[in-house]
């Protein structure tokens, strides 16, 4: 019987923390509860896509150098800006604090930039080169770099976005009430500071 009593003295207990829970995570919910967990995870996975776009360009470019190189290897200080440009491009070591500070972050932003550039000039080069232009792996490879230049500057505007939103979440009412009490640790996304109209993209359009 005494065992009989502690089980249901245990049993009103235990539907009261569930009745507590079902009641009270609505109302974290409906307060903001989840919302910067939420925005952060969008931004990772918007940074996610920039990353795995950049890697697909850089991909790209041993095989563009090479079949260039096949042509017009004359232009050496060219192909070898763009080879020492990748080089840099992928050296920066992306971890999730990346996002967090402003200065490997500014280099990452940087070498992509130069990577850009030194691409321009290479394909600027390739119209002094008819035999070049009209071979098919040539033009593989352009279709495939046009590609992604293109995802590369949708992915950049998503991820301007999703860092928008969260780092507005970290600032703004009611959000912030919860940076203070839970979300100790969360800190403003770095985001792109030079906007697309303004960086100079590979023409690779003949």
């Known amino acids: 019987m005494q065992k009989m009593a502690s089980s249901s003295g245990f049993l009103p207990r235990n539907v009261f923390s569930v009745l507590a829970l079902a009641i009270l995570m609505p109302l974290l919910s409906a307060c903001g509860f989840n919302t910067i967990p939420t925005n952060e995870e969008q931004a990772k996975a918007a940074w996610s896509e920039v990353l795995n776009q950049y890697q697909r360009r850089a991909d790209l470019i041993p095989n563009l ?38 200065n490997t972050f500014k280099a990452f932003q940087d070498n992509q930039a130069n990577l850009t550039g030194a691409l321009s000039r290479l394909l600027a080069v390739v119209e002094n080169y008819p035999d070049l232009k ?52 969360s800190q403003p996304y770095q985001t792109f500071t030079i906007d697309d109209s303004a960086k100079q993209t590979p023409q690779v359009k003949f």
Do not use: C
């Open 65 to 102: 150098v090479e079949t260039v190189k096949g042509y017009a290897a004359q232009e050496k200080d060219v192909l070898t800006s763009v080879v020492e440009a990748r080089a840099k491009a992928t050296s920066v070591q992306v971890t999730p604090d990346t996002l967090k500070d402003p």
């Open 134 to 185: 009209s071979n098919q792996n040539f033009l593989a490879l352009q279709s495939q770099l046009e590609g992604t230049e293109n995802r590369i500057a949708v992915a950049r505007r998503d991820y301007i976005e999703a860092v928008r939103v969260y780092n507005t979440s970290l600032r703004t009412m009611p959000t912030i009430i919860w940076t203070w009490i839970w979300y100790t640790g």
